[in-house]
């Protein structure tokens, strides 16, 4: 995979602070529908469902507190977030209440399944490009990138725990698992994967100097001439 660490917020800001926020409102908009269609819906909203069902407030209102909660996870992992990671934390939770409260529930199954692959696609896209905006990781990714340097396990493994973990507590509680749960679980990594192809931000400036690339070849040329 492509170096996806974060980079100084003054390198191209424009663009990267314009693709974090289309890639958040539209990562919100995704799990929307996904979630309207009724098929299942991505681990961690299981768990927003559980806890919406036992202790009340909105879906997005506890993935705003979930996604706070695992921030603080971060501080005893020695974990920095970054710009991406606060607005990750507060954009989507707002998103997915705004669009749950406009959006319409199928009952015919063609519709749902529509919702459901829409909802599955734009979310993918949408998380190429708030992770190659590179601004800072989510605060899910910083906590499996954190116990993965603790523990010397693979990525694979401890994502795949926390994912379990997430879904079984929060099907116990009463969320929505089901074939969209798996659907997404299959899809997203590849989706990402090729999204992220065209939507990953390389620096444009140099290491040291902060001189920008297309100078840097330019006066080469001069040199050579």
Same mark, same amino acid.
Request: proline share 7%; with cysteine; charged share 15%.
């Given at each position: 995979?492509? #170096? ?6 003054? #390198? ?12 958040l ?5 995704g ?13 961690? #909203? ?7 069902n036992?202790? $009340?407030?909105? &879906?997005?209102?506890?993935? /705003?507190i ?8 971060? @501080? ?12 990750? &934390?507060? *954009? /989507?939770?707002?998103?997915?209440d ?20 829409? %909802? &599955?696609?734009?979310?993918? /896209? ?5 992770? %190659?905006?590179?601004? $800072?990781?989510?605060?899910? #990714? ?5 116990? *993965?340097? @603790?523990?010397?396990?693979?990525? =694979? ?8 973990? *997430?879904?079984?507590? $929060?099907?116990?509680?009463? %969320? ?11 899809? @997203? ?10 939507? =990953?931000?390389?620096?444009?400036t140099?290491?040291?100097?902060? &001189?920008?690339?297309?100078?840097? =070849?330019?006066?080469?040329?001069r =040199?050579?001439?």
């Amino acid at each position: 995979m492509a #170096d996806l660490a974060p980079l100084p917020v003054r #390198d191209r800001p424009i663009r990267r602070l314009t693709q974090l926020m289309v890639g958040l409102v539209f990562f919100g908009v995704g799990e929307a529908l996904m979630m309207a269609a009724g098929l299942g819906v991505l681990p961690w #909203d299981v768990l927003s469902q559980g806890l919406v069902n036992h202790l $009340g407030l909105t &879906v997005g209102a506890w993935s /705003i507190i979930i996604g706070a909660t695992v921030l603080l996870a971060w @501080i005893p992992l020695r974990e920095r977030p970054g710009l991406g990671t606060i607005a990750n &934390v507060l *954009v /989507i939770g707002l998103v997915l209440d705004g669009c749950l409260a406009v959006l319409p529930r199928p009952q015919l199954l063609p519709a749902q399944l529509l919702f459901l692959l829409a %909802g &599955v696609l734009i979310n993918g /896209i949408a998380s190429g490009a708030y992770i %190659g905006a590179r601004l $800072g990781p989510g605060p899910r #990714d910083g906590l499996m990138t954190g116990l *993965v340097r @603790i523990t010397g396990r693979s990525v =694979r493994l401890i994502r795949t725990s926390i994912e379990v973990a *997430v879904v079984i507590v $929060g099907y116990l509680l009463g %969320g929505n698992l089901g074939v969209g749960t798996l659907l997404y679980a299959l899809a @997203i990594g590849p989706i990402i994967h090729a999204t992220l192809r065209h939507l =990953r931000v390389k620096p444009s400036t140099a290491p040291t100097g902060g &001189v920008p690339a297309r100078f840097r =070849r330019c006066r080469a040329w001069r =040199r050579e001439s």
